[in-house]
């Protein structure tokens, strides 16, 4: 049997590939955060794949590039995490001048994880949960694939293998992968994530 086709920007190679779902069109990528859409409190850093907020105070950090089509995927190491971080994906893409203000909330697209597992989709301010997945832990490695053909956004926990899926999302504009940082004084106020290859 013939491989199936696997476009690829950056490899996934190591522990992060294994068991990743390859589809004929998957193009995987290797993500930056734009300093332009992070939050004056997130400090970038390892060519902007890292994300560091250390202080309290909520902010955002959006990438470089947003998708519209096919199928995407990336991973993200999540080194340090905290009960109000949300990560996933969203549009519009923020700004240093709107980061202030919480993303995922009144956004016109927006699909995201919770640590404690917990998913939900906001599409024009309509909001809905999803299935949940286990809670994460310092030092877990998480890949999301973007599927536009089947307008689903899944999630894969490499640290037990399971995937979630968020589905009929709406695919009429571009999203971004997007990392919110909690501004709760219940929190931790340090928290950090980086991009993986």
């Known amino acids: 049997q013939a491989a199936r086709p696997v476009s ?62 096919g199928v995407r995927a990336w991973s993200l190491k999540l080194l340090h995490i905290t009960g ?49 997945s286990e809670k994460w832990k310092d030092g877990d490695a998480i890949t999301f694939t973007l599927d536009f053909p089947q307008r689903s956004l899944q999630l894969y926990l490499h640290r037990t293998g399971e995937r979630c899926t968020i589905t009929n999302i709406a695919c009429d504009l571009p999203l971004y992968p997007t990392v919110h940082f909690s501004d709760s004084f219940f929190w931790s106020p340090c928290s950090e994530v980086e991009f993986c290859y």
């Not at 590939?17 to 390892?46: E, V, W």
């Not at 700004?95 to 024009?124: C, I, L, M």
Request: glycine content about 10%.
């Open 84 to 132: 109000g971080m949300r990560v996933g994906v969203s549009y519009p893409p923020q700004n240093a001048d709107f980061s202030t203000s919480t993303v995922f909330f009144g956004e016109k697209r927006a699909y995201y994880w919770q640590p404690d597992g917990q998913s939900h989709s906001y599409t024009n301010q309509h909001h809905t949960r999803h299935e949940k």
């Open 8 to 69: 690829s920007t950056v490899p996934l190679t190591g522990p992060l590939s294994n068991r990743l779902a390859q589809p004929a069109t998957l193009q995987r990528h290797s993500l930056q955060f734009d300093p332009k859409r992070c939050h004056p409190h997130i400090k970038l850093s390892a060519g902007w794949r890292r994300a560091t907020k250390e202080i309290i105070g909520g902010g955002n950090a959006v990438t470089t590039k947003g998708f519209r089509c």
